[in-house]
């Protein structure tokens, strides 16, 4: 086996990304994700009765021209060509995500070298508004679900009978418009139970405190000046 390359991987990646034109607040974020999407459900831990695992629903919320595309773009050349590691089109419907998402499984194995099964995919979007489609409540409670990775998650369909994930982790990272998330109403209808699991990096501006009062205090998030 290999021995480590970098003592500090995340701070190496901020080092990497850092001379470039995008905020320097999102470029941890955008780390963070990548390293969520590449250990996937490989990586747990323990908290009483509950296993966690890496996964993180992060949005990076900032105005147009800020170079959000750019920042997000450093971390998936980094992360797409890792072998194993499934990134989802940008592009997609509910029904195209669970059949991704179950085509993404794969074998592991543990610390005692038993293998598992598990669906890790993470989901790089560009306007959230356009993941979710507006108005699909159906994929907003799916997400909320998919957040705890549950495992087995099952969907009953009308015609194709019962969609199965096993060891379902599902890692978001999307990059909204401030205009774009002011008016978009994803939350209206499972406000508190998706805003509780987003991450909101936002580089602040006036055009943002009305959001942060209308989410928090269900979102956790990061500001800088």
Known sequence: MSGRVLEDWLNAYVQYAKNSEPP??????????MLAGALGRKVHTSLGFETLY?????????????RKSTAINIGRQIITPIAGVKIGAQATTREMLI???????????DEEDTPFFHSSFTQIASELHVFLRRANVELLADMCSWYDCESPWENRTKTSGIDTINGICLNLIDIPSMMTLNCCRIFSH?????????TLVFKLISQALSIICTLTPFISFLANT
């Open 99 to 109: 059949k991704d998402m179950a085509e993404s499984m794969v074998t592991a194995f």
């Open 54 to 66: 890496p996964n993180l629903y992060i949005i990076l919320l900032a105005p147009s021209g800020c």
């Open 190 to 198: 499972y406000s508190s139970k998706f805003a509780i699991t987003i």
């Open 24 to 33: 320097l607040i999102f470029h941890p974020w955008i780390g963070i994700s």
